[in-house]
């Protein structure tokens, strides 16, 4: 299979030449012939399988041969995307496959100012990029006009109908025409969000490459027992004694990355946080500093867990274990892309044990708890610890502004209630086991 039997024009095997791509993943080689056809599309794999691509190049093709309108041009493509990272990333994305191309991109999203984006859509647009919020901004302003959309795409799909975005979507919809072709990409699917994308799609074919919650076989699962108190201590001997690469670092709230930041730095390791409190620049050049080599930590929250394309990044922790057991996924999608080998390692703590049970029974397999000898936890990590119902305070999806309620477009729904899971084995003498009481996350 080569991206020239798929279909795609001169221009795009051009772009794609130039960029080294030389034959397409599983999602692309099924995905790009159904949506180059005209069909609405539900497309899911793992993350970092090439899914951006999927979509972009079918889009930039379409569009490409038709002539825009007379007058004003207005967006005849829209992409959705959860956070502002992804946003980027699916815009240069675009802007590189379509280099030969004589179309436009232009992406919104908050943390921001509205002035300068006013300004690119008043020039005129074909592709535009936009989280949902910000979308909503500049639909009420006027300013962003979507009559025009000939393709309406949901990246991340399910985050996005999951994170309590579908009020917003639905506003969104509302605006753009019925006759439209609809592409949803994502990493897993539930059934439930499955069911809402249909609402909005006109028979659409399925492409799932791999199984929904699939991993990474590159990506070797590691977990050490600790008390959270002493998290930080193993974590910079873990990062100057074991590991000197880069690392990427979840974090369960924005204060407490701030914090975990600030403490790498004073143990000497030059450290970045990235999280929605921080405006776009300052998480741009955080996340520019880490790619370039001029960080060698970056510390997020889950904002970071979806769609950053992180080259060549050999290290994932988890000094929080995420609130959703989803999360883990995509947290560790960051490392082991494209066949390259990975680590993901957890620091677990007594407490997080209900939230370990709910990942193992996920992933269907027993993280195996390895004790750091002079970190051994006080207690034995219970796989039927119960959940916080504050979850430990609050978790960032790098959308909802401080003070914007739960309920609103831009909040997350209640979280499910989790069930007992397998029995864990544990290393290093530790006693760990799943009892008869469930555990419920809020």
Known sequence: MTFESLGLSPALLRALIESNYTTPTPIQAEAIPLALAGHDLLGGAQTGTGKTAAFSLPLLQRLSKETPPNGPRKPRALILTPTRELAVQVAE???TYGRHLRLNVTMIYGGAGMGPQMDNLRRGVDILVATPGRL?????????????????????ADRM????????????????????????????????????????????????????????????????????????????DILTKRHTDQVLIFGKTKHGCNRLAEQLETAGLKAVAIHGNKS???????????????????????????????????????????????DYIH????????????????????????LLRQIQRMLK?????????GYAPSKPIRLDTPIPRNGGGQRDGGQRPPGRPANRPHGRPAARTSHAGPKQRSGGGQGAWAGPKHGSRA
């Open 93 to 95: 994305s675009l802007k």
């Open 136 to 156: 909503i901004d500049h639909m009420e302003r006027g300013t962003a006009k979507l009559d025009a959309v000939e393709v309406l795409v949901l990246d991340e």
């Open 161 to 236: 109908l999951d994170m309590g975005f579908l009020p917003a979507i639905k506003r969104i919809l509302n605006r753009v025409p019925k006759e439209r072709q609809t592409l949803l990409f994502s990493a897993t699917f539930e059934e439930q969000i499955k069911a809402l994308a249909l609402e909005f799609m006109r028979n659409p074919q399925q492409v799932q490459v791999t199984a929904k919650n699939t991993i990474a076989e590159t990506i070797v699962h590691r977990a050490h027992p600790v008390d959270g108190s002493r998290k930080r201590d193993l974590l910079i």
């Open 280 to 326: 776009q620049a300052q998480r741009q050049k955080a996340l520019r500093d880490f790619k370039m080599g001029k960080a060698r930590v970056l510390v997020a929250t889950d904002v970071a867990a979806r769609g950053l394309d992180i080259p060549n990044l050999p290290l994932v922790i988890n000094h929080d274990l995420p609130m959703v057991a989803e």
């Open 331 to 354: 947290r560790i999608g960051r490392t082991g892309r494209a066949g390259a080998a990975g680590e993901a390692l957890s620091l677990v703590s007594p407490e997080e044990g209900g």
């Open 365 to 373: 397999v027993d993280l195996v708890m390895d004790v750091v000898q």
